[in-house]
């Protein structure tokens, strides 16, 4: 028989079966489609050596009127402003005592642990406090050790919390027998605001958490310090909001404020500042008429904002004005209530609108003008978001995922067709659907979302949509959060292991931050001779190959053959050759009535191992011949 050509179809296709899907692929990692042919994705490497503390949750790049550029990233302990290499931490100080009210005791000779008194200190497992005007204690335990931040080590009671001795190169110091002082009469300890979770929680009180944990019948509200610590954040002109979910609302001044030395301030303190909100689940700028808008704000009883969240209200500011939230006949500041839904999930600005979604439902908000300054849409009721981050606005409208499909919205709501729909509903946490991030990769027409695979509750996995060509993938990748090109040159990912953070530059090189790509590999369905009836012998193989990389004539990627002779049998790997860019063709020996080809640069790292890889499958020929019907 002549050979055969093999052009699968493009794009991963989970919703049927191997052998069902016969002419396509099946299955992929770390791998693309552009213009309709799979290829190696861009590799990725550090933006910097430098690190931040704990989880990356949210990424935000702007350009002051002096045209720097600034990254903003919000962590599950911290917000660090990103200028140049440096990671600035802008976390705002949440309270300051008087001097003498902190006093310190050592636990033990030859022990770094400190104890801290600071009645109603507030404080909460991990969270930071920075102390200054203490006195040394007598030995070891210098005013040098003591005079600088510290994160909390344990809790022991409202007014009592611990604290590992260190010196101010970080590494442990130990009290000695002249360690008996307290500190001194001049102490005092700024307390950034409380660390919130690495986790998502539904709920708290009795029968949440540990076994008998609360009263019976009793329910704790989620607050910033008790649920997943996600940031929203945004420009004010060159100014920046963030805003910390279930919490407070912090404005950092991208003139006044000098990096490595200010910090963000609530948003209620700043200088003339009437009835701003004191807490939101997302805050974002309008375009255009530049208002501040916070999404499951506060409400205002009489002189002063409740201080108790309202999921369902919104509140803006006065036009240009952060600070005014008073409305007036004088002002456009103002407020309202959504109806459809329980909660507020997300917002994002479109164009000439801004999305909301609540658990159950998609609103539309537009300017309008005074004197009622926006009006609102429901768009759909039936469509809610899966999680606060799950939306990305694209040049081919908004794409976003709720609790059973894919949706974009271009001024109306339309169906995304998912060749994965079943595999990705299938496979994540929805426990840990609030971690979910959306991402835009807009230089290869692709929107995507990592998430946490089934018992996971770190992201490792994602779905990628191209929607120019109408295709999906998936593969296996950590990044927690991602920010696309645009004030930087490079889309930009998070990745965190032991708390210590990184931020990636990715679409560069070919290789995994100097090290070869782990698994990258695209796989197809089954296919046979026919109807399946004959046994096929597979002699021969020719690849067409491109290789795209950096690593030269040394480039090699694994051929692989698979088969099986019932759909119910396990794939059994029978042939893996590997392939260059001189190699014209493969000789193998496999026979069944079921095959499936697989093509991968590193064979799971056991032989054909290259930095510098990439590559782009063609159309590939196969010998294949009638061997029989047993």
């Not at 159950?360 to 009721?381: D, H, K, R, W």
């Not at 645009?486 to 210590?500: H, K, L, R, S």
């Not at 931020?503 to 369905?525: K, R």
């Not at 020996?589 to 093509?599: E, F, G, I, P, S």
Request: proline fraction near 3%.
């Amino acid at each position: 028989m002549p050979l055969q050509k093999f052009i699968f179809r493009p794009g991963i296709d989970r919703e049927g079966t191997d052998y069902s899907n016969e002419g396509g692929w099946f299955d992929a990692n770390l791998v693309r489609f552009r213009k309709n042919l799979p290829e190696k994705i861009g590799g990725w490497a550090k933006n910097t050596v430098n690190t931040f503390l704990s989880t990356g949750r949210a990424l935000h790049a702007w350009v002051d009127l002096s045209l720097t550029k600034f990254l903003g990233l919000g962590t599950t302990w911290k917000y660090y402003i990103q200028q140049g290499d440096v990671f600035n931490d802008i976390t705002p100080i949440r309270a300051t005592t008087s001097a003498g009210d902190v006093t310190f005791a050592k636990v033990a000779n030859g022990d770094a642990t400190i104890t801290v008194t600071d009645t109603a200190h507030g404080a909460v497992d991990n969270d930071f406090v920075t102390f200054s005007g203490a006195a040394s204690l007598g030995g070891n335990i210098t005013a040098a050790v003591l005079n600088q931040e510290y994160q909390i080590a344990t809790i022991t009671s409202a007014n009592v919390y611990t604290i590992e001795a260190k010196d101010t190169d970080g590494d442990e110091v130990t009290a000695a027998a002249g360690d008996s002082g307290n500190g001194g009469s001049s102490v005092v300890g700024a307390y950034q605001i409380n660390v919130g979770l690495d986790v998502y929680v539904e709920s708290s009180g009795w029968g949440a958490g540990t076994w008998g944990a609360g009263t019976f019948g009793s329910v704790s509200a989620l607050s910033d310090t008790n649920n997943l610590r996600l940031w929203s954040h945004d420009n004010f002109g060159e100014d920046l909001i963030m805003n910390v979910r279930y919490g407070g609302i912090y404005y950092w001044d991208t003139s006044a404020d000098s990096l490595g030395t200010d910090r963000a301030v609530a948003l209620s303190a700043l200088s003339g500042a009437n009835l701003a909100p004191t807490k939101a689940l997302v805050t974002l700028v309008s375009d255009i008429d530049r208002h501040v808008i916070c999404f499951g704000a506060d409400p205002i009883s009489g002189s002063s904002r409740t201080g108790s969240l309202d999921p369902m209200f919104i509140a803006w500011s006065d036009q240009e004005n952060a600070a005014e939230w008073e409305p007036k006949s004088t002002n456009t500041a103002g407020s309202f209530r959504l109806s459809a839904g329980s909660s507020i999930i997300g917002a994002i600005r479109a164009r000439q609108e801004t999305l909301v979604w609540t658990d159950t439902s998609l609103y539309s908000m537009t300017f309008v003008g005074q004197p009622f300054t926006f009006a609102t849409n429901l768009v759909n009721e039936g469509v809610g978001l899966i999680g606060p981050n799950a939306a990305i606005n694209t040049p081919k409208g908004v794409f976003w995922m709720d609790k059973k499909g894919f949706y974009n919205y271009t001024g109306q709501i339309n169906d995304v067709p998912c060749s994965v729909q079943n595999y990705v509903f299938s496979d994540l946490d929805e426990g840990q659907s609030f971690q979910i991030f959306g991402f835009l990769n807009k230089e290869f027409d692709e929107v995507g979302w990592f998430y946490c695979s089934e018992g996971e509750t770190v992201i490792d996995r994602y779905a990628v949509f191209n929607y120019d060509e109408q295709v999906w993938s998936i593969g296996q990748l950590t990044r927690t959060a991602w920010i696309d090109e645009g004030i930087f040159n490079n889309p930009m990912g998070t990745y965190t292991t032991a708390e210590v953070g990184y931020l990636y530059n990715h679409e560069t090189g070919n290789d995994a931050d100097g090290s070869p790509m782990d698994n990258v590999y695209i796989e197809s369905s089954d296919f046979d001779l026919g109807d399946g009836t004959l046994f096929q012998q597979i002699r021969r193989i020719i690849p067409d190959v491109k290789f795209t990389g950096n690593g030269g004539s040394d480039q090699t990627i694994n051929f692989v053959i698979k088969t099986r002779n019932f759909p119910a049998d396990s794939l059994t790997t029978v042939a893996t050759n590997t392939c260059t860019s001189s190699t014209t063709k493969i000789d193998i020996r496999a026979r069944a009535r079921q095959a499936a080809l697989r093509v991968e640069s590193d064979d799971d790292g056991s032989s054909g191992v290259r930095l510098g890889v990439g590559f782009r499958i063609g159309a590939t020929r196969m010998d294949l011949q009638p061997s029989g019907k047993r």
